[in-house]
T-cell receptor, first 113, second 114 residues
Framework: EPEVTQTPSHQVTQMGQEVILRCVPI?????FYWYRQILGQKVEFLVS????????KSEIFDDQFSVERPDGSNFTLKIRSTKLEDSAMYFC???????????FGPGTRLTVT | AQSVTQLGSHVSVSEGALVLLRCNYS??????LFWYVQYPNQGLQLLLK??????LVKGINGFEAEFKKSETSFHLTKPSAHMSDAAEYFC????????????FGAGTTVTVRA
């Protein structure tokens, strides 16, 4: 069964460093998303991406964040200069043309020290 | 705007007992409603969804949920809990008007007593 994959599973970085979180969505999907979950809090929407551009972003997704689909398979989230409060589990999701169901990857746990 | 409220952050049930997880939503447009389950150290797995049509929807692992527009609710039930149901459960809402982005509730942790 097709699935969304994410790498790395755990990333530790120092404050101020750049990180890139990688995702491989399901191959025939067209909509891509990033969410995050700070420990003990609810899952929050960050950004949606369709047709090679951002279709919507939350207020969390400021200028420090960017997304890219550099080739036909990968979907990346870059945090330019990490802060302590960026520590969270980051989930990638994708959905097909109907967009009703989003399939989630296993997440990347980002720890900023 | 859309939002979800899950009543009860923690539910404890005996094995074989009914599982009932409550979810109320707020949406200014017709909603799509979802339940996701998260097992420890894993991602979010879709349990079931309501988009249109039949208001009682069945999902995986014996779970079902009923969309009640008049009550703005989408409660999740399972007649008989199993030890493997211990996990965190998230209710979520989306809509075409909001680019299908999911708004999640705070989650309910289910523990199952032997």
């Amino acid at each position: 069964e097709p699935e969304v994959t994410q790498t790395p599973s755990h990333q530790v970085t120092q404050m101020g460093q750049e990180v890139i979180l990688r995702c491989v969505p399901i191959s025939n999907h067209l909509y891509f998303y990033w969410y995050r979950q700070i420990l003990g809090q609810k899952v929050e929407f960050l950004v949606s991406f369709y047709n090679n551009e951002i279709s919507e972003k939350s207020e969390i997704f400021d200028d420090q964040f960017s997304v890219e689909r550099p080739d036909g398979s990968n979907f990346t989230l870059k945090i330019r200069s990490t802060k302590l409060e960026d520590s969270a589990m980051y989930f990638c999701a994708s959905s097909s043309m109907t967009a009703y169901e989003q399939y989630f990857g296993p997440g990347t746990r980002l720890t900023v020290t | 705007a859309q939002s979800v409220t899950q009543l009860g952050s923690h539910v404890s049930v005996s094995e074989g007992a009914l599982v009932l997880l409550r979810c109320n939503y707020s949406s200014s447009v017709p909603p799509y409603l979802f339940w996701y389950v998260q097992y420890p150290n894993q991602g979010l797995q879709l349990l079931l969804k309501y988009t249109t049509g039949a208001t009682l929807v069945k999902g995986i692992n014996g779970f079902e949920a009923e969309f009640k527009k008049s009550e703005t609710s989408f409660h999740l039930t399972k007649p008989s809990a199993h030890m493997s149901d211990a996990a965190e459960y998230f209710c979520a809402v989306s809509s075409a008007a909001n680019d299908y982005k999911l708004s999640f509730g705070a989650g309910t942790t289910v523990t199952v007593r032997a």
